[in-house]
């Protein structure tokens, strides 16, 4: 499995954009397709965004399309996921994961490893 550490989380207004990192160790970033995730309190964790191992392909929730963008830089080892115009429905703890295999890039059951979260707050 693959080591995924997140950063980037935080305090925002309404309106206001964020970009939340995630940085892999452990095996060949390059083989694993990324996604970010989202849990709200008292909700199940919700599919936010994700890649292909080349980064060219990439999906979205329709809450998210043409607000958050994903992508991946294979020299650093490590996935961002851009935020911009965000609401106060977009909080939650934000989760980055990994999966070598093929199939569905939305179940969050499908992904074999896990980072720790980091939390998004948007109010005013």
């Known amino acids: 499995q693959v080591q995924l550490v997140e950063s980037g989380g935080g305090w925002v207004q309404p309106g206001g954009s964020l970009r939340l990192s995630c940085e892999a160790s452990?095996?060949?970033?390059?083989?694993?397709?990324m996604a970010w995730f989202r849990q709200a309190p008292g909700k199940e964790r919700e599919f936010v965004a994700a890649?292909?191992?080349?980064?060219?392909?990439?999906y979205y929730a329709d809450s998210v399309k043409g607000r958050f963008t994903i992508s991946r830089d294979s020299a650093k080892s490590t996935v961002y996921l851009q935020m911009n115009s965000l609401k106060p429905e977009d909080t939650a703890v934000y989760y980055c994961?990994?999966?070598?295999?093929?199939?569905?890039?939305?179940?969050?059951?499908?992904?074999?490893?896990w980072g720790q979260g980091t939390q998004v707050t948007v109010s005013s």
């Open positions: 890649c292909s191992r080349s980064g060219v392909t990439t």
């Open positions: 452990g095996r060949t970033f390059s083989s694993y397709r």
């Open positions: 994961a990994a999966k070598y295999s093929t199939g569905s890039y939305y179940d969050p059951l499908d992904y074999e490893s």
